[in-house]
């Protein structure tokens, strides 16, 4: 079974929106380079995790194996977490996984597709 982004996939992302309308656009006052990355071995986000690291995108496919060291081939749960300064807009977020997504935009949860 593939593991596109990553089996029981919780993504967070939060965005740092500029509100109000303002002559010029707003310069950025905040963007993280890169996700925080942590990857649990259950489904369920709990306890510690088993790994902890940066990742500069969120797009893997790890097929039959295992997001890294110490981390379960199957039944892990993964969280990526960013700031990111956007210009007002609308946005399109995709994201094919297995098992299901959740995402947050500012606290915010606009997306819970959690199945198994």
């Not at 593939?2 to 905040?30: D, F, N």
Request: aromatic content about 10%; overall charge negative; proline content about 4%.
């Amino acid at each position: 079974m593939l593991k596109r982004i990553g089996i029981l996939l919780t993504l967070l992302v939060a965005l740092v929106l500029t509100r109000g309308v303002q002559a010029q656009p707003a310069a950025p006052q905040h963007s993280d380079p890169v996700w925080q990355a942590s990857y649990w071995n259950n489904k369920t986000l709990s306890g510690a995790a088993a790994l902890t690291r940066t990742d500069a995108a969120i797009d893997f496919d790890w097929g039959n194996g295992s997001p890294g060291t110490g981390v379960n081939a199957d039944q892990f749960s993964a969280r990526w977490t960013r700031y990111i300064d956007v210009t007002p807009g609308t946005y399109r977020f995709t994201a094919t996984c297995d098992d299901g997504i959740r995402v947050w935009i500012n606290s915010e949860q606009i997306t819970n597709d959690w199945s198994d």
